[in-house]
């Protein structure tokens, strides 16, 4: 298919922590046809700093950014966070004459994975199976920053959220309902390390939401809210496993 | 003055309590969605209000002044206050002049962020809080903890003790009704014996000049007709254009605030009854800087309806308490920020930037946008703390460069492999007091991808996936 | 403070409020009202009043002659003669505080609102308006024809051109203060009660 180029935009903490992620996401990509690069000069979007108020550092970052990926067609993040960094903040960060064409096309061109096989692929059902009970957790800024689903806030009747639908297209899949289905999951990046005692008591309290649901499995397009809630997991012994939805996509088991 | 983190971690030590709390909370955001979700046009409304209170604030001195004319017209004697002091002055030469010494007093978030209470008492006069949980908390010598519901923090036992002490209810009571009933007879005896009666204002309508009080209570009421002196105080933002706008507000007002339909008493006064002197004393204290700041002016549209906080994870989890401005949660953060950005820093910080705050406020803030936006005035202020500042610049550094990203990463894997887990996983180290670290892989996924293209044997051009 | 006036009238002249600051044209009709008696009066119910939906004025009379609250009440108001009398003359009485011990008020209610179940109240007509607050219990009549669907439509039926005091009431005064549960009678009316005639 001919999209152009496609950059291949992996988040820092994917390329250091969570290479499965990211091997997921190329695999996925490969399979539905998608001719990708990775561009290797890229590090970090800018988002710790951003969300800690130092925007001169993030700007520099955000600058870094756009020189790497001016030249592709499309981006694609498997991270909603990563990804609306770029699309609701960037134009926060880059002012000057220089970044801003790089800027506005970064901006209007960067993709969610999920919504990039929606939106654009125009691929709704991914042909495989997860005959487990997933618990969907709809991270915060890919779903009401990025419109991924449907917030529980708004009145919006009748529609279904993007990510659903690809999770639903999965044979054998069962999403259990929570008592809450879009609380924050407490991570809120530097919040987790700085609010510690807050973040992990909004941690447990989801994962005892999914726990008491039956979920087997937490399924996030963030992998950085799956890394806060594994990290309690793991401490507190549960049997809960997490993955992204790139790697469910791409056909992994639990 | 201790910071959130500090004071939420406290709360959160008497879990069960943390639990109940936010529960309790959850229960009054739940019966918002609901209620929301019968209002067909429900996000149609919002944005309804925003564009009215975009209108009414761009053109706010004019909807003062024909707000002024038209209660005057009605009788009404009207005041301006620059501040919090002044404010205070006024209210208190208009309860000398009629040598008023009991107030009865309405729910006046405005009255709080002044500090009239205790400016009040300082110069011999009795104020009675007549709202219910104004009234508990007034009994208690505490702060509201939430703007709508300001005794949420405290359980029916509590309110037991404080009505035994206070009122001479039995050793014991905690049930909610005979509680209620021993304060009702209590507060029935404060209203029939105050000289004046003092309430905040929801709404002023410019067209009519008419004051609109919503108390589901019916103690806004009760202070402003019995006696003979009445005193409305409001922000300057207060003012809508028409009356027909209250229609708009009031359907997203109750619904948003406590998941009502709309208030037991939504009260509309157009000067005073007969018999009655009625002041209203207008306040900036601040509105009109508000309103001048290009990021921050939305923060003024706020109808105080508390939604953010009950939907805040944060707010619920930690009490309102734990905020140290008199207003707290989302939208007190943001208001806070220009009251004292100094005093007031750790506020901003106190949030995930989850975002629910701003999709439920009925007149569209974008609060958790504004969050941020303040977090980089405190940097901008040279207020981030040293520790927090040279960790983000190292981070950045870190970051610019491709080749320093790649080695540190490569080490801190490293590191975490080689070393017993112990060594992160502790509650010296700030993430391993209460999470394990994860699993450290052995390659980055630049590594793994370089490995994985490398392997591929399909060297067509469209085919294969490179490195760029 | 004239003073002050001038310079907080100054001040808010200067703002940043960008775009288009035009006043909005507007209609939201509630769509979601089916039958608006009914509405009206599950609404009435769901927030601890109670609503009765009667034929005619004879039927209101024989409604509140049977109903718990006129046989317990002492001292009775009625501004509506035609369906019950009382033996309290609020008119009479010289200052508010004297209508403290009045068990129950009737009232004429102007319309009702089927979204929110609340029914205007033109207070002006009584010599006390805190008598709708000191009064143990409240019954407001208002006519069937007079529910309007939602909020926008009777604000579009008052006329404020010379009122000095309206109410939308809303079921009996309650609180959920300690502990969130819900307690009806806090300073207002303990009880609801509005009939719809025809």
Not at chain 1, 18 to 45: D, I
Not at chain 2, 196 to 222: H, P, Q
Not at chain 2, 314 to 326: E, K, L, P
């Amino acid at each position: 298919m001919s999209l152009g180029r496609v950059g291949l935009f992996i988040p820092c903490y994917i390329d250091q922590v969570y290479p499965r992620v990211g091997m997921a996401t190329a695999r996925l990509l490969e399979k539905l046809g998608v001719s990708f690069e990775f561009p290797v000069n890229q590090t970090c979007c800018g988002q710790p700093q951003f969300n800690s108020g130092c925007f001169g550092d993030a700007a520099k970052l955000a600058v870094k950014m756009c020189r790497i990926f001016k030249d592709f067609d499309w981006v694609v993040c498997p991270s909603g966070s990563c990804t609306g960094m770029v699309r609701e903040y960037y134009e926060l960060l880059l002012d000057s004459e220089k970044a801003r064409d790089d800027f506005k096309h970064l901006v209007s061109h960067t993709f969610e994975l999920c919504e990039f096989l929606v939106d654009v692929l125009k691929v709704e059902t991914i042909d495989g199976s997860f005959p487990h009970k997933v618990g969907f957790h709809q991270s915060c800024h890919g779903l009401r920053g990025l419109g991924l689903g449907v917030p529980s806030e708004q009145v919006l009747p009748g529609r279904t959220g993007k990510v659903m639908r690809l999770l639903k297209s999965l044979r054998g899949i069962e999403l259990v309902t929570t008592g809450r289905s879009d609380e924050c999951c407490g991570f809120g990046g530097t919040f987790s390390v700085f609010e510690g005692a807050v973040s992990s008591f909004i941690g447990r309290d989801r994962i005892k939401d999914y726990e008491q649901a039956g979920a087997e499995v937490i399924v996030s397009y963030d992998v950085s809210c799956l890394m806060h809630l594994d990290g309690l997991i793991r401490r507190d012994k549960k049997r809960l496993k997490v993955m992204h939805i790139a790697e469910i996509l791409d056909g992994a088991a639990p | 003055m201790k910071s959130h983190a500090r004071l939420a971690a406290a709360f959160l030590k008497q879990e069960e309590r943390a639990h109940w709390h936010d529960q309790a909370l959850w229960y009054v955001r739940e019966k918002r969605d609901r209620m929301a979700a019968s209002v067909p046009d429900w996000e149609d409304l919002r944005e309804t209000a925003q564009a009215i209170k975009r209108h009414a604030l761009a053109n706010l001195p004019r909807y003062l002044e024909e707000f002024e004319r038209s209660a005057a017209a009605r009788g009404a004697i009207v005041h301006y206050a620059l501040d919090a002091g002044e404010h205070n002055r006024i209210v208190l030469e208009i309860l000398k002049g009629r040598k008023a010494r009991l107030i009865a007093k309405s729910k006046s978030m405005l009255s709080e962020e002044c500090g009239l209470n205790e400016f009040l008492e300082r110069n011999g006069v009795e104020i009675v809080e007549t709202d219910l949980a104004e009234r508990i908390i007034q009994l208690a010598g505490e702060r509201p903890s939430h703007i709508v519901l300001p005794s949420i923090h405290i359980r029916k036992e509590e309110v037991g003790d404080i009505f035994h002490e206070h009122l001479g209810t039995e050793r014991g009571e905690s049930d909610p009704t005979r509680l209620t009933r021993a304060a009702r007879a209590h507060l029935r005896e404060k209203f029939l014996a105050a000289e004046a009666g003092i309430s905040g204002v929801n709404f002023a309508v410019a067209e009519t000049g008419a004051i609109v009080v919503c108390t589901n209570e019916g103690n806004a009421d009760l202070g402003n007709s019995l006696p003979d002196l009445y005193i409305a105080v409001m922000g300057v933002e207060k003012v809508i254009p028409k009356t027909r706008d209250l229609s708009v507000f009031l359907r997203l007002l109750s619904r948003s605030a406590t998941g009502q339909p709309i208030s037991a008493y939504t009260s509309h006064l157009l000067g005073p009854r007969p018999g009655q002197e009625m002041h209203i004393v207008i306040v900036d204290n601040g509105r009109s800087e508000i309103l001048r700041q290009e990021r921050f002016h939305k923060a003024a549209f706020c109808i105080r309806c508390g939604a953010c906080l009950n939907t805040c994870p944060v707010y619920r989890r930690g009490g309102g308490h734990s905020y140290n401005y008199v207003i707290p949660g989302p939208i007190g953060t943001i208001l806070a920020m220009h009251r004292d950005l100094k005093k007031f820093k750790d506020m901003a910080y106190a949030s995930t930037l989850c975002g629910s705050c701003t999709a439920v406020c009925p007149v569209k803030i974008d609060i958790h946008r504004q969050i941020v936006l303040w977090r980089n005035e405190v940097v901008r202020a040279g207020y981030l703390g040293k520790a927090k500042s040279v960790a983000l610049k190292t981070a950045t550094l870190g970051m610019k460069s491709t080749r320093l990203f790649r080695m540190g990463g490569w080490t801190m894997r490293k590191l975490v492999r080689i070393l017993p887990p112990f060594v992160f996983n502790n509650r010296l180290t700030i993430w391993g007091k209460s999470r394990d670290l994860p699993k450290m892989p052995a390659r980055s996924f630049r590594a793994e991808f370089r490995a994985y293209s490398r392997s591929k044997t399909d060297v067509s051009e469209s085919g294969m996936n490179r490195e760029g | 403070m004239k003073d002050s006036r001038r310079l907080v009238l100054d001040r808010l002249k200067e703002h940043a409020i960008a775009g288009d600051t035009s006043y909005p044209a507007y209609s939201h009709p509630h769509t979601g009202i089916g039958d608006p008696r009914r509405s009206f009066q599950s609404v009435i119910e769901s927030v601890g009043g109670e609503c009765l939906l009667v034929a005619d004025l004879e039927a209101a009379r024989k409604a509140v002659a049977g109903s718990e609250v006129f046989f317990a009440a002492k001292n009775i108001c009625s501004y509506v003669n035609e369906i019950a009398e009382g033996n309290f003359d609020a008119e009479a009485e010289e200052s508010p505080d004297q209508c403290a011990g009045v068990d129950l008020t009737i009232l004429r209610g102007e319309l009702g609102v089927a979204e929110n179940g609340a029914v205007w109240v033109n207070a002006d007509p009584l010599r006390h308006r805190a008598l709708l607050f000191l009064s143990g219990n409240l019954i407001l009549v208002i006519e069937g024809q007079d529910i309007v669907p939602d909020m926008e439509s009777a604000y579009a039926r008052i006329d404020f051109s010379g009122l000095r005091s309206g109410y939308f009431i809303s079921g009996p005064s309650k609180t959920a203060d300690i502990e969130q549960c819900l307690v009806i009678g806090a300073h207002g009316a303990k009880s609801l009660l509005v009939l719809v005639v025809g």
